[in-house]
């Protein structure tokens, strides 16, 4: 049996573990399960009542917290020409064609996202296996293969803090809220947008219950359980 440390031990006593948690009770009660000496950020875990082994019932999409993810991202852009020019100026961390393909097929990987403009994917398309074992790989559905002209305000909502949710092989989702240190209101708030984009990419093959289980949690710390239908029930106002 796993022996959990002195600070786990205490914050653990806060959890009531024969009660299911509502959406804002969660949100005010995560913050003090920290045991990380740093800002860890909140993670959303959803167990499925999806197939995973089923084309017809994944689910995979990106969605825009409202209050950000508190994370600082990397972003490296695949493009050439006007599109160079426009990730250039509107910050990407690094961009390039030709030259920037070859640095990540040498093993470079020093970035958190990957864009590319649609006219370089035949190329980008070569690194699938360094990518795509990552989670890096460029994909229309997740807002990372992007015409010239929109990829500054791709590259915008990535800084804001446009995250991905997607269906694992053990049928269930994992993402990113927010971090340790923001106020319960603003975790409620990237909660909600969260919500909203999970149940309205609800396949209609799914059948019966949608969603068995939610536990937030902060990365290193015991995680709280939600009520189910009280968060799909949750509204932007």
């Known amino acids: 049996m796993r022996k959990r440390g002195k600070k786990y031990m205490e914050v653990i006593k806060l959890v009531d573990h024969d009660k299911v948690y509502s959406p804002q009770e969660a949100c005010?009660?995560?913050?003090?399960?920290?045991?990380?000496d740093f800002n860890a950020s909140v993670d959303l875990h959803l167990r499925m009542n999806l197939d995973a082994r089923k084309a017809d019932q994944q689910i995979r999409g990106t969605v825009l917290l409202p209050s950000g993810s508190g994370k600082v991202v990397r972003i490296a852009v695949f493009a050439e020409g006007e599109g160079a020019r426009l990730a250039s100026e509107a910050g990407a961390d690094v961009v390039g064609s030709d030259d920037l393909l070859a640095k990540v097929q040498g093993g470079w990987l020093d970035f958190d996202i990957a864009m590319a403009t649609p006219m370089m994917m035949g190329k980008v398309g070569r690194l699938g296996k360094v990518l795509g074992p990552r989670g890096l790989m460029p994909n229309p559905k997740t807002n990372t293969v992007v015409a010239p002209e929109e990829l500054p305000r791709a590259i915008r909502e990535a800084r804001q803090g446009r995250v991905e949710y997607r269906l694992d092989k053990m049928g269930s989702v994992h993402v990113p809220v927010g971090k340790v240190q923001f106020?319960?209101?603003?975790?409620?708030?990237?909660?909600?947008?969260?919500?909203?984009a999970i149940a309205r990419a609800k396949p209609s093959s799914a059948k019966g219950i949608y969603i068995k289980k939610i536990t937030m949690a902060p990365t290193m710390g015991p995680g709280i359980r939600m009520d189910v239908n009280q968060a799909l029930e949750l509204k932007a106002a």
């Open 28 to 36: 005010e009660l995560v913050g003090k399960l920290n045991i990380a």
């Open 183 to 196: 106020p319960p209101e603003q975790l409620m708030v990237n909660l909600t947008a969260l919500m909203e």
